[in-house]
């Protein structure tokens, strides 16, 4: 079982900064590939980032690529999220995933766990 608990989601302006970040429980956090997903009200969840277990691959959609950067520390079980240049379409509660396995996926139904979700606002 894993846990993932997100932080550092709040309110910034347009243009603005964000750095999310994602703590993992257990022991085997290098070798799972994470994932951040987001959900505007009234929307479905979208993917936004993917990172590969060794953190060799990473992918982004068209929306976030060159804003958005994803990385991780497995020395610290944690996945951040840097998000930059940011659009009021960014508001959304971003959630952390992780998946079983060492490949990378931009699909909600190949993760496995999931946070609790961090809420971003943008302002214009």
């Known amino acids: 079982q894993v846990q993932l608990v997100e932080s550092g989601g709040g309110l910034v302006q347009t243009g603005g900064s964000l750095r999310l970040s994602c703590a993992a429980s257990?022991?085997?956090?290098?070798?799972?590939?994470m994932g951040w997903f987001r959900q505007a009200p009234g929307k479905e969840r979208e993917f936004v980032a993917a990172?590969?277990?060794?953190?060799?691959?990473?992918r982004y959609p068209g929306s976030v690529k060159g804003r958005f950067t994803i990385s991780r520390d497995n020395a610290k079980n944690t996945v951040y999220l840097q998000m930059n240049s940011m659009k009021p379409e960014d508001t959304a509660v971003y959630y952390c995933?992780?998946?079983?396995?060492?490949?990378?996926?931009?699909?909600?139904?190949?993760?496995?766990?999931w946070g609790q979700g961090t809420q971003v606002t943008v302002s214009s």
């Open positions: 990172i590969s277990a060794r953190a060799l691959l990473s």
């Open positions: 257990g022991r085997t956090f290098s070798n799972y590939a």
């Open positions: 995933a992780a998946r079983t396995d060492t490949a990378l996926s931009d699909l909600r139904y190949e993760y496995d766990y």
